[in-house]
């Protein structure tokens, strides 16, 4: 990953010859830290295909392509080996970016997961943060033999697993089984067969899994695989994140309306915090807001 950085937000002005990509860390007010994310600000006439070359060549885990339309932002979200329905750090990322260049205020995001309204605002400091409002989040069932299976690869146990907040897939815009551990040693100790993993993955349409810890009652630790999108780990994932906010809620977890804090991406090196906003309705969408900052030079 590209960890150079900037002091300054590159020009909007594309460079000949191709659109300009940016270079942001979300979730973080430090480009060594947060997610790494892509950002085309203005993807217009860009074919899937060359979307897809663009997020390879920037490797990042995903790279978001925005399309200006009458009713809102088109948006399409690539990691370096296929689309995704749906990604949160490349979302506060991206708005950041737009942020920047036309002001603070509200965005919305036309998704292949369905509309996603965004708030940007300029803290007192001069940093700025973003808060999307994931889709409306569900949980489903996670079979016996897929559970067997998540902790043969992971190398855990079912005596690992937190009994209090049990195993189950959870939806925000992408699908992400959630195992939460009792150990945070566990969590810290993560070691994978990635193959093995992206495969069951692929064959059940999971975007990563999450894998949490609860420290109390408000935060968690989290880490999050990602080998279909050939990324052994990212460090911060807002998808999951609201993933997780519905699966609190639905499963009476929390006492809502509450707001809790991710704390991800330190066992890598990359500290990320995501603070979801859970509210008591459970038809409504699971707010995550984080900072962002230039996390290296423009480029074509």
């Not at 309204?117 to 999307?132: F, H, N």
Request: aromatic share 6%.
């Amino acid at each position: 990953m590209d960890r150079s950085t900037t002091s300054s937000a590159p020009s909007t002005h594309p460079p000949a010859g191709g659109p300009q990509v940016l270079r942001y860390a979300a979730f973080s007010n430090d480009p060594g830290g947060g997610n790494p994310a892509g950002v085309v600000l203005d993807a217009t006439g860009l074919s899937e295909q060359r979307m897809l070359e663009i997020a390879a060549d920037v490797g990042y885990s995903e790279t978001a392509f925005l399309v200006p339309g009458a009713d809102g932002l088109h948006v399409r979200y690539f990691s370096p080996l296929a689309e995704v329905s749906f990604c949160g750090h490349a979302t506060i990322a991206s708005a950041v970016a737009h942020a920047e260049r036309h002001g603070a205020g509200h965005l919305t995001y036309r998704t292949a997961a369905g509309p996603v309204e965004v708030r940007t605002e300029r803290a007192p400091d001069g940093s700025w943060r973003a808060t999307l409002t994931s889709v409306v989040p569900r949980t489903s069932g996670l079979s016996a033999a897929d559970l067997r299976t998540l902790l043969d690869v992971l190398g855990w146990s079912p005596d690992d697993l937190d009994p209090d907040l049990p195993p189950r897939t959870a939806y925000a815009g992408a699908w992400h089984p959630v195992l939460v551990t009792r150990s945070r040693r566990r969590l810290a100790a993560l070691d994978y067969d990635m193959a093995a993993l992206g495969e069951l993955m692929a064959a059940r349409g999971w975007t990563t899994v999450d894998l949490v810890h609860r420290q109390d009652a408000r935060t968690f630790d989290a880490r999050n695989p990602f080998p279909p999108g050939g990324v052994r780990e990212d460090p911060a994932t807002g998808a999951a994140a609201a993933a997780l906010g519905g699966y609190l809620r639905e499963g009476g977890h929390v006492e809502v309306p509450a707001t809790v804090t991710v704390r991800q991406g330190e066992d890598m090196g990359r500290p990320s915090v995501l603070e979801v906003t859970i509210p008591a309705d459970p038809a409504a969408g699971i707010a995550v807001t984080g900072a962002a900052v230039p996390a290296g030079p423009a480029g074509p």
